[in-house]
């Protein structure tokens, strides 16, 4: 099952709006990533974090690798519309596999 | 380069019967990752190749599930004797071993087991 917690389950903001959400965990992990799902899509990479304390900019988005290894935020600045979607964490242990959030799905109202 | 590509895009069967997916990774990736998910949930990992070695599967992964990758090319995922809760949307994943984490994803097979 799911490791790795995130939060809020869902968010329903104006455009123009920040978003922030996160992911904690019980486990370390190597690498943290951010991935948008689109309806009947595959995840798509957003930004990976390999250092504890890293920061990590893609635009609108910038991301944080925790201290502590366990968790990890995902920031979005002035929403818009096409940000609709949901965003899930993931991380990656020494064992190569990789874990994902339940998701938080974002709707952006114009 | 064209991306991972996943045959077929949906699958319906019944109850009891056997299906088989294909994943076609992007080519110069060595390693192959296979995830299941529900609605409402993210992906959950079912087991990943690096080349054509299957390192590691998930425990959650039944006998009925199996997943080859015969040249360390394109795998195949197939289960046996389907139930309805298998139904989910199967995703394939691959990545160059030495880009830590970057997984691409194909757009997934979606299976109704009836």
């Known amino acids: 099952g799911q490791q790795l917690n995130q939060s809020p389950q869902s968010m329903f903001i104006q455009e123009g709006e920040d978003v922030s959400m996160n992911c904690t965990s019980s486990?370390?992990?190597?690498?943290w990533l951010w991935y948008k799902q689109d309806p009947g899509e595959g995840p798509v990479l957003l930004i990976a974090?390999?250092?504890?304390?890293e920061l990590t900019s893609n635009g609108r988005l910038t991301a944080q690798f925790g201290i502590t290894r366990k968790d990890s935020f995902l920031n979005i600045s002035a929403s818009i519309p096409s940000d609709v979607g949901i965003y899930f964490c993931a991380g990656q242990s020494y064992t190569n596999d990789m874990r994902f959030g339940a998701g938080t799905r974002l709707t952006v109202k114009p | 380069d064209t991306g991972v590509s996943q045959d077929p895009r949906h699958k319906i069967t019944k109850r009891g019967q056997n299906v088989t997916f294909r994943c076609d990774p992007i080519s110069e990736h060595n390693r192959l990752y296979w995830y299941r998910q529900t609605l409402g949930q993210g992906p959950e990992f079912l087991t990943y190749?690096?080349?054509?070695?299957?390192?590691?599967k998930s425990r959650l992964l039944s006998d009925r599930f199996s997943a080859e990758r015969p040249k360390g090319s394109f795998s195949t995922l197939e289960i046996q004797r389907t139930e309805q809760g298998d139904s989910a949307m199967y995703l394939c994943?691959?990545?160059?071993?030495?880009?830590?984490?970057?997984?691409?994803f194909g757009s997934g097979t979606q299976l109704s087991v009836l």
């Open positions: 486990s370390i992990f190597n690498t």
């Open positions: 190749f690096q080349n054509e070695a299957q390192l590691e």
């Open positions: 994943a691959s990545s160059l071993g030495n880009q830590g984490g970057k997984l691409f």
């Open positions: 974090l390999y250092k504890a304390g």
